[in-house]
């Protein structure tokens, strides 16, 4: 493992399990880490979040050999922006983003001349801000790394190096390939879960209190995806628009079909379908990125131990990737 100090901008979520982690894992790396508002700063120190939190993104990156944004996508540039002319010559400098694309783009840019390669771990929780963070978040969770055109091997096999040692599952990836199938797997459901729960909240023949009092495990898996960072998800929907809108149209049109076998009492096709998307479910099971014990585990999970490390192979259910 050759990196040897690590800055993290942005200390939410995934920025203090980040630190958690790095200081858990691998103890003699050193960590810094700055928040742009100042309440989440202090609460950072006081949780230590990291080894010192630095009141400028510029203090934070200085001496450091890898940099991670772990901003809304929509701030990735200014970010950038900040920490420029402190950037050491040779360090890395990626992100944690759930669009690649459009972060890749604004990084290069505002970064030229730096190494550039942006990551997705694919873990979260319905929580954020500095005292959502626990250090078990990325075990046994993916990272998907999506290195540019032209990356230097070493680099990319360093920035692994790291993630692989907080406990995650690493894999290279294409960034337009990335956020097509981010669309698909959690940009789509996501945006599926807010409709649904506003659709709810919206209906003028039940009350909200209804809503919540007879809540089945559907709707309710639903609210808790549906509690995820709005700023974050905004951004999201806003940077991977093309990939969003495709998947969209595919939704819309399989949608369509569904509607009108319930319309014309085809249960053959309901049937069909149900059985092959119960196959999948399975599936992701069998692969360990679930738990198939009742209510997923659930209520084994007491929220914010920050030593409840899941099971090997299983995933500490969450949302906000």
């Known amino acids: 493992m050759s990196v040897r100090r690590v800055a993290i901008?942005?200390?939410?979520?995934?920025?203090?399990?980040i630190g958690l982690a790095v200081q858990r894992h691998l103890p003699g790396v050193a960590t810094a880490g700055y928040d742009n508002d100042p309440a989440v700063r202090r609460r950072a120190a006081e949780r230590?979040?990291?080894?010192?939190?630095?009141?400028?993104?510029?203090?934070?990156?200085?001496?450091?050999?890898?940099?991670?944004?772990?901003?809304?996508?929509?701030?990735?540039e200014a970010a950038a922006r900040e920490i420029a002319d402190a950037l050491e010559p040779d360090a890395i400098v990626s992100d944690v983003g759930s669009s690649k694309q459009t972060v890749a783009e604004a990084l290069s840019?505002?970064?030229?001349?730096?190494?550039?390669?942006?990551?997705?771990?694919?873990?979260?929780?319905e929580d954020s801000g500095p005292d959502a963070g626990f250090a078990t978040l990325f075990h046994h969770r993916w990272c998907i790394v999506t290195p540019p055109a032209g990356a230097?091997?070493?680099?990319?096999?360093?920035?692994?190096?790291?993630?692989?040692?907080?406990?995650?599952?690493?894999?290279?990836?294409?960034?337009?390939?990335?956020?097509?199938?981010?669309?698909?797997?959690?940009?789509?459901?996501?945006l599926i879960a807010y409709t649904i729960?506003?659709?709810?909240?919206?209906?003028?023949?039940?009350?909200?209190?209804?809503?919540?009092?007879?809540?089945?495990?559907?709707?309710?898996?639903?609210?808790?995806?549906?509690?995820?960072?709005?700023t974050m998800w905004r951004d999201v929907f806003l940077h991977n628009r093309a990939a969003v809108l495709e998947m969209l149209d595919r939704f819309l049109a399989d949608l369509a079909l569904m509607r009108g076998a319930i319309q014309a009492g085809?249960?053959?096709?309901?049937?069909?379908?149900?059985?092959?998307?119960?196959?999948?479910?399975r599936s992701i099971v069998a692969f360990g990125q679930d738990d198939a014990r009742p209510d997923f585990g659930r209520k084994d999970h007491v929220a914010g131990e920050e030593d409840a490390a899941p099971e090997a192979g299983a995933v500490r259910p969450g949302c906000g990737d």
């Open 48 to 76: 230590a979040l990291a080894e010192t939190i630095h009141d400028s993104a510029a203090d934070a990156v200085r001496g450091a050999d890898l940099v991670i944004l772990c901003v809304p996508v929509g701030a990735m």
């Open 197 to 230: 729960v506003g659709t709810a909240s919206d209906l003028e023949q039940v009350t909200r209190s209804e809503v919540i009092k007879f809540s089945a495990g559907g709707f309710r898996d639903f609210t808790r995806i549906a509690a995820s960072d709005p």
């Open 109 to 125: 840019k505002v970064l030229e001349g730096h190494c550039v390669i942006p990551a997705h771990p694919v873990a979260g929780t």
């Open 152 to 190: 230097d091997p070493a680099q990319v096999a360093r920035l692994v190096d790291f993630w692989e040692a907080l406990g995650a599952l690493v894999e290279t990836m294409d960034p337009q390939h990335h956020d097509l199938v981010l669309a698909v797997t959690s940009h789509i459901p996501h």
């Open 9 to 17: 901008i942005g200390l939410g979520l995934l920025g203090g399990s």
């Open 266 to 281: 085809d249960g053959e096709t309901m049937f069909e379908l149900f059985s092959r998307t119960r196959s999948i479910r």
